[in-house]
């Protein structure tokens, strides 16, 4: 049987996957051809011709992604940094736009000194965050939290993967950001908070990806989008040690809202906004500054003294 041409079924994958209304088709047709051929994107053009039983399969992949099924959910990984991590049904499918919180929480540990660094993220959902640091960082002391079961199970699960490779394995906890009581063992000795929580606010209109196979509570955070990030910052405000600095994903309508948050509260300072690739409001970063108090008690020869043994 004669072999047929890849360049053509993409073309045709990229028409259906058009109609069907998928933001990024040609992407997606591509995306789904080099996961099915186990070669990278960039070297499709090096496959001219295919047998007709890989067109067949094409085809499958293509007709669940006309349904609106998430690229992700079908080929069961979703990328960020250095690294892949298996998603699906449970868990939260991580988004491009949350490289740009793990590249400037990286760009914050290099100023870290030499002290290995302690980070804590939060709504950790797939742990790809916290295992992109981890990976990037082999240093770290890196904590995750996430509430849901399921999304944990996915967690679990990809950072044993990526210890199994050599990461540095990770500490991972069950438990509600907005829990005043938890991790207490944490208090005032975490240098960096990262979160990309439940941010949209309700009856914000989805595409069907995101509103029929992301889970609700990873999604929404009430009203206005802020339900989970205000009682966050009470407990970020408590986790970060004086010079620890926090990054936390928003909608694109709370950029100016978050940032207010921070401002309110006298022990942040440096309250910046970021924006995303598009120009959107992205993530807000502040850093943990003393108190007068805390200035005074660190004046202290004790004090002084602690810090020349550290």
């Given at each position: ?12 994958a990229?028409?259906?996957l058009d ?36 067109i ?19 080929i ?7 690294i ?7 868990v ?6 949350t ?23 939060l709504?950790?959902g ?70 990309n ?12 990806e ?7 509570t ?25 010079g620890?600095?926090?990054?936390i ?20 300072g440096?309250v910046?906004q ?25 004046r ?10 550290e």
């Open positions: 049987m004669s072999r047929l041409p890849l360049r053509l079924a993409l073309i045709e990229a028409k259906q109609a069907a209304g998928v933001p990024s088709p040609r992407t997606d047709a591509e995306l789904l051809a080099s996961h099915l051929l186990g070669v990278e994107r960039t070297r499709l053009g090096l496959i001219p011709l295919v047998d007709p039983e890989v067949a399969a094409f085809d499958e992949l293509v007709a669940q992604r006309v349904k609106r099924i998430p690229l992700q959910h079908i069961g990984v979703a990328s960020m940094g250095n892949d991590v298996a998603v699906g049904p449970g939260f499918i991580p988004r491009p736009e490289e740009l919180l793990m590249g400037w929480a990286l760009s914050f540990l290099e100023g870290c000194g030499s002290k290995p660094p302690v980070v804590l993220d709504c950790t797939s742990g790809v965050l916290a295992l992109s640091i981890a990976e990037a960082r082999p240093d770290a002391v890196v904590h995750a939290v996430e509430k849901e079961p399921a999304a944990l199970a996915w967690a679990r699960r990809n950072a044993a993967d990526r210890e199994a490779v050599g990461d540095t394995p990770i500490h991972l906890h069950q438990g509600d950001v907005t829990d005043r009581n938890l991790l207490p063992g944490l208090e005032g000795g975490v240098d960096l908070v990262v979160s929580p439940p941010y949209i606010p309700e009856g914000a209109q989805l595409q069907p995101v509103m029929d196979y992301d889970p609700h990873a999604l929404f955070g009430g009203a206005d989008g802020l339900s989970v990030i205000k009682p966050m910052i009470s407990n970020i405000a408590r986790w970060l040690r004086i620890g600095a926090a990054g994903e928003h909608d694109d309508t709370n950029g100016d809202g978050v940032a207010a948050l921070f401002s309110a509260r006298r022990v942040f440096e910046a970021h924006p995303d690739l598009a120009g959107r409001p992205r993530f807000v970063v502040a850093r943990r500054v003393a108190t007068d108090v805390e200035a005074q008690r660190n202290t020869p004790e004090a002084q003294s602690e810090r020349m043994a």
